[in-house]
């Protein structure tokens, strides 16, 4: 089985290829330029995307099978609430892990065997692009249907037959015989 994985050039990208990787491990901080933070606004349906900055730590793991990518993401955006339309600013913050391999080791069963364990990624030319880790994890934490607070849905009753009055529903008010005038 061969993967094969169509390349598309992501709104925030920082490649590191796997040969500037130390045994010993690096760090490396990330923050997304403004206009950077527009296209990953549009990406995200966001009314903008204020600041994005990520601490992330690479070293080699698995008998140096794989590379441990461990992180930390900020991020200030402005979504829309899905019911009266206002801007809803939210501050996130988020941690994530996630194990990068080759595709063919994956193939192999080197990923997990438990869906639980970790996640695994595949390495994509020798390089792994980390500013597309940081967008995907701001992706997850996103709120799918942001409300501003104090601020519910209508609720419907299924199942229930409610009288609702109709438009011409002030005409059984009328009298019946209206005097006549001249």
């Known amino acids: 089985m061969h993967i094969k994985i169509d390349l598309v050039q992501p709104e925030f990208s920082r490649p590191i290829a796997l040969e500037k990787i130390p045994p010993s491990g690096m760090e490396q901080t990330l923050e997304a330029k403004e206009n950077e933070r527009k296209a990953l606004a549009e990406r995200f349906g966001l009314l903008e995307l204020l600041k994005l900055e990520a601490k992330i730590t690479l070293h080699p793991a698995r008998a140096d099978q794989a590379i441990a990518v461990t992180g930390s993401?900020?991020?200030?955006?402005?979504?829309?609430?899905?019911?009266?339309?206002?801007?809803?600013?939210?501050?996130?913050?988020?941690?994530?892990?996630?194990?990068?391999?080759?595709?063919?080791?994956?193939?192999?069963?080197?990923?997990?065997?438990?869906?639980?364990?970790?996640?695994?990624?595949p390495i994509i030319e020798g390089v792994i692009d980390l500013g597309e880790?940081?967008?995907?994890?701001?992706?997850?934490?996103?709120?799918?249907?942001?409300?501003?607070?104090?601020?519910?849905?209508?609720?419907?009753?299924?199942?229930?037959?409610?009288?609702?009055?109709?438009?011409?529903?002030?005409?059984?008010?009328?009298p019946k015989n209206p005097k006549k005038t001249k």
Not at 99 to 104: G, I, N, S, W
Not at 134 to 155: C, F, T
Request: hydrophobic share 40%.
């Open 73 to 121: 993401l900020i991020a200030d955006v402005v979504q829309q609430c899905v019911i009266t339309l206002d801007p809803l600013p939210s501050h996130i913050e988020h941690s994530f892990k996630v194990f990068y391999a080759a595709p063919e080791l994956l193939e192999g069963g080197a990923g997990p065997s438990d869906p639980n364990e970790e996640d695994f990624e």
């Open 133 to 174: 880790l940081v967008a995907q994890n701001l992706g997850i934490m996103l709120d799918p249907y942001p409300r501003k607070e104090g601020v519910g849905y209508i609720e419907a009753g299924f199942g229930e037959e409610k009288s609702v009055p109709g438009p011409l529903a002030q005409l059984a008010n009328w």
